[in-house]
């Protein structure tokens, strides 16, 4: 069974930086490609970052690129998302999700694609 599991949110105060890992569980991380999403209070869910299958493409919101950097760890099935020079509207509960696609592929989907999730982890931004 294809499990998502997201920790390491907190209270952090602006400028501050967390990690965030996605645990990934009954699959194998070669086969999909891993998004971190976002929503806020609100507000509507907004993709944040993308990880390919392959591990070689990344893409970000606007909003994050700079800040934020996604990777992963194939031993530990785990992806992870670095955010630095965290803002208040930073605040939210981020989802990690998974999305099939080719073996090793080299693109991201699009975010209405990603049809397995993470249960959440609330990130808050202020001092």
């Known amino acids: 069974q294809l499990q998502l599991v997201e920790s390491g949110g907190e209270l952090v105060q602006p400028g501050g930086s967390l990690r965030l890992s996605c645990s990934a569980s009954?699959?194998?991380?070669?086969?999909?490609?891993i998004g971190w999403f976002r929503q806020a209070p609100g507000k509507e869910r907004e993709g944040v970052s993308c990880?390919?299958?392959?591990?070689?493409?990344?893409k970000y919101a606007d909003s994050v690129k700079g800040r934020f950097t996604i990777s992963r760890d194939n031993a530990k099935n785990t992806v992870y998302l670095q955010m630095n020079s965290l803002k208040p509207e930073d605040t939210a509960v981020y989802y990690c999700?998974?999305?099939?696609?080719?073996?090793?592929?080299?693109?991201?989907?699009?975010?209405?694609?990603?049809?397995?999730w993470g249960q959440g982890t609330q990130v808050t931004v202020s001092s």
């Open positions: 999700a998974a999305a099939r696609s080719g073996y090793y592929s080299t693109w991201c989907p699009r975010w209405s694609e990603y049809n397995y």
């Open positions: 009954g699959f194998t991380l070669g086969y999909y490609a």
């Open positions: 990880l390919s299958s392959s591990g070689s493409t990344t």
